[in-house]
């Protein structure tokens, strides 16, 4: 069953996140992550809106979503995003 990762992004270091966005998406890809929304145009209804990032990838399941997430690969790219940015990940079955 499909699943989608949302993320709710603070850039807090532009300059360090970018290495992250960088790096990010291939490991994101090899795990059949499909980006439906990066970055682009959102508002804030309820919350912390101070977030200035969304982004939803589509998964083919939770589990995969979670391999992706503990991948090597991502948690590399990961270490770049520390320290550059306040973020919450929700992964979360389609029904």
């Known amino acids: 069953m499909p699943a989608y990762?949302?993320?709710s992004v603070k850039?807090?270091?532009p300059d360090k996140y970018k290495e992250y966005g960088a790096r990010a998406p291939a490991a994101l890809q090899k795990y059949g992550g499909k980006f439906l929304a990066r970055g682009g145009r959102h508002v804030v209804l309820e919350g912390d809106k101070g977030k200035n990032r969304v982004v939803v990838l589509e998964f083919e399941s939770v589990e995969r979503a979670l391999e992706c997430y503990n991948s090597p690969e991502y948690q590399e790219a990961m270490s770049y995003r520390l320290g550059a940015?306040?973020?919450?990940?929700?992964?979360v079955e389609s029904l």
């Open 5 to 7: 990762w949302v993320a």
């Open 85 to 91: 940015a306040d973020v919450q990940i929700a992964i």
């Open 11 to 13: 850039v807090t270091n």
